[in-house]
């Protein structure tokens, strides 16, 4: 009886650190073809962002203290689209928003769901786009 209940606990604690994603800070991924600028890091990440009918992915990590955060993006294109999807320290995603460019609405404003402070990472896919963009994140 012991030994069952001893091995369902390590069955559970295994499952509970399997489940935390674990960020490292920096840039994840960059196979974009135009070009981002970061302007700013740490806890207020921000940058700018052109193409010429490019695609690709660019993702980074930044430390949010809070369990929210205020996200901004914009675009100025009238082809194409970008995706902004956050995750928090769990690897949950709080925030999944696209803009497709030639559209009335060309920005997002507003906060994530609630999540885990910690590491949280930041994936903006750009598909087909020519012109220009921003983005920032706030701690809320």
């Known amino acids: 009886m012991k030994s069952t209940i001893t091995l369902s606990l390590i069955s559970l604690l295994i499952m509970g650190l399997s489940s935390c994603a674990k960020y490292e800070l920096g840039l994840v991924e960059d196979n974009y073809a135009g070009d981002v600028m970061v302007t700013s ?3 207020d990440p921000s940058g700018d962002f052109v ?3 490019d695609a ?5 990590t930044y ?3 809070t369990k929210k955060a205020d996200v901004r993006f914009d675009i100025t294109t009238p082809t194409g689209s970008v995706q902004m999807v956050v995750n928090d320290a769990k690897g949950n995603v ?3 928003e696209i803009i497709v460019g030639g559209a009335s609405i060309d920005t997002f404003s507003g906060l994530t769901s609630e999540g885990k402070s910690g590491v949280w990472k930041v994936t903006i896919t750009l598909i087909d ?7 920032s994140i706030n701690p809320a």
């Open 41 to 43: 890091t740490g806890s």
């Open 51 to 53: 193409g010429d009918g």
């Open 56 to 60: 690709g992915t660019y993702s980074f």
């Open 63 to 65: 430390t949010n203290s």
């Open 94 to 96: 709080v925030l999944d």
């Open 129 to 135: 786009f020519d012109g220009d963009g921003s983005y």
